[in-house]
C-alpha cells in the first residue's frame, strides 16, 4: 500500500539540493504540501518547480538555518502561505573536511550553528505553534553516520551530528504526549555534492568499505524519511536509522 501523506504540510530544510530535494521531492509524491526552503532561494523554486511539473505542491522559501532571526521568519511566512506545518524535516548540512587542529573558531563556529543550533531552532520555531493547537506531528532529523561512530578529519561535523541525535532522543520524550513523533535519520555516503567535494582517494576508501560496494542515492534517504512522517511509522519514535549501505552496523 502507497505511503499517503494528503493533508500534511511539511518544511524542509536544504531543500535545494542534494538528500533535501530528494526529501521535498518525495514527501511531495506522497501528496503532502512542501516548503522548500533553502538559503539559496533560486534553487530552492527550481526544486520547487521540480515539485510542480511531477503534480506535487511546493513553494520556495529562504532561510539561513544559522540565524535564529531567518529560522523565525521562514515560520511566520511558511505557517502565512500554506497553514501550519505538522512534518519539520532539518535537511541542512554542510562540512569540510579536515584535521581538527587545523579548524579555525569561524569554521567549527559555523559547522556548529549550521548542524546543529539549526534544527535546534527549527524545532524550537515550528514546534511551538503545533502544540498550541494540540496537532500531532512529525518530525525527521537528518543526522550522519559520522555522528554514530566518528570519522576522520570531520571532528566539529561528527559532534554536531552526534548532537542531532541526542537531541532526537530527548525531545521525543518530551514530545511524546504532545503526539509529535521524532525520530532521525544517519546517511552515510551518499551520492551528493558534498561527497563528491571530498578528495578523491577518501571516496575510493569509503567505496571501499561500504559492504554493498556503492554509494547511496538521495533517494534512498527520502524515502526512509517519508516512511517515518507517515502513520506506518506510528510507533517509532526517538530512534536513529542508518541508511548506509552496512558502512556501520551500530548495536
Given at each position: 500500500?502507497?505511503?499517503?501523506?494528503?493533508?500534511?504540510?511539511?518544511?524542509?530544510?536544504?531543500?535545494?539540493?542534494?538528500?533535501?530535494?530528494a526529501?521535498?521531492?518525495?514527501?511531495a509524491?506522497?501528496?503532502?504540501?512542501?516548503?522548500?526552503?533553502?538559503?539559496?532561494?533560486?534553487?530552492?523554486?527550481?526544486?520547487?518547480e521540480?515539485?510542480?511539473?511531477?503534480?506535487?505542491k511546493?513553494?520556495?522559501?529562504?532561510?539561513?538555518?544559522?540565524?535564529?532571526?531567518?529560522?523565525?521568519?521562514?515560520?511566520?511566512?511558511?505557517?502565512?502561505?500554506?497553514?501550519?506545518?505538522?512534518?519539520?524535516?532539518?535537511?541542512?548540512?554542510?562540512?569540510?573536511?579536515?584535521?581538527?587542529?587545523?579548524?579555525?573558531?569561524?569554521?567549527?563556529?559555523?559547522?556548529?550553528?549550521?548542524?546543529?543550533?539549526?534544527?535546534?531552532?527549527?524545532?524550537?520555531?515550528?514546534?511551538?505553534?503545533?502544540?498550541?493547537?494540540?496537532?500531532?506531528?512529525?518530525v525527521?532529523?537528518?543526522?550522519?553516520?559520522?555522528g554514530?561512530?566518528?570519522?576522520?578529519?570531520?571532528?566539529?561535523?561528527?559532534?554536531a551530528?552526534?548532537?542531532?541525535?541526542?537531541?532526537?532522543?530527548?525531545?521525543?520524550?518530551e514530545?511524546?504526549?504532545?503526539?509529535?513523533?521524532?525520530?532521525?535519520?544517519?546517511?552515510?555516503?551518499?551520492?551528493?555534492?558534498?561527497?563528491?567535494?571530498?578528495?578523491?582517494?577518501?571516496?575510493?576508501?569509503?567505496?571501499?568499505?561500504?559492504p554493498?560496494?556503492?554509494?547511496g542515492?538521495?533517494?534512498?534517504?527520502?524515502?526512509?524519511?517519508?516512511?517515518?512522517?507517515?502513520?506506518r511509522?506510528?510507533?517509532?519514535?526517538?530512534?536513529?536509522?542508518?541508511?548506509?549501505?552496512?558502512?556501520?552496523?551500530?548495536?
Amino acid at each position: 500500500m502507497r505511503i499517503s501523506l494528503e493533508g500534511r504540510t511539511a518544511v524542509v530544510t536544504g531543500a535545494a539540493s542534494g538528500i533535501g530535494r530528494a526529501v521535498a521531492l518525495t514527501l511531495a509524491e506522497a501528496g503532502a504540501t512542501v516548503a522548500v526552503a533553502d538559503i539559496n532561494l533560486d534553487a530552492a523554486t527550481t526544486a520547487a518547480e521540480q515539485v510542480a511539473a511531477r503534480g506535487g505542491k511546493a513553494e520556495a522559501f529562504s532561510v539561513d538555518v544559522r540565524s535564529r532571526a531567518s529560522i523565525e521568519a521562514l515560520q511566520r511566512a511558511t505557517e502565512r502561505a500554506l497553514g501550519l506545518v505538522d512534518v519539520i524535516v532539518n535537511g541542512a548540512g554542510w562540512n569540510a573536511g579536515q584535521p581538527f587542529l587545523e579548524n579555525e573558531p569561524d569554521f567549527i563556529e559555523n559547522v556548529i550553528a549550521l548542524n546543529l543550533l539549526g534544527p535546534i531552532w527549527i524545532c524550537r520555531s515550528y514546534l511551538a505553534p503545533l502544540v498550541a493547537e494540540g496537532r500531532p506531528g512529525r518530525v525527521v532529523n537528518i543526522s550522519s553516520d559520522a555522528g554514530r561512530v566518528g570519522s576522520l578529519g570531520e571532528t566539529a561535523y561528527a559532534s554536531a551530528k552526534g548532537g542531532v541525535i541526542s537531541f532526537t532522543k530527548s525531545l521525543a520524550r518530551e514530545m511524546a504526549r504532545h503526539a509529535v513523533h521524532v525520530n532521525c535519520v544517519a546517511p552515510g555516503p551518499t551520492e551528493t555534492p558534498l561527497l563528491h567535494a571530498q578528495p578523491q582517494k577518501i571516496q575510493d576508501a569509503l567505496l571501499r568499505a561500504i559492504p554493498l560496494r556503492r554509494f547511496g542515492q538521495p533517494e534512498e534517504i527520502a524515502d526512509v524519511v517519508t516512511y517515518l512522517a507517515s502513520e506506518r511509522a506510528s510507533y517509532v519514535t526517538g530512534q536513529v536509522i542508518s541508511v548506509s549501505g552496512g558502512l556501520t552496523m551500530v548495536g
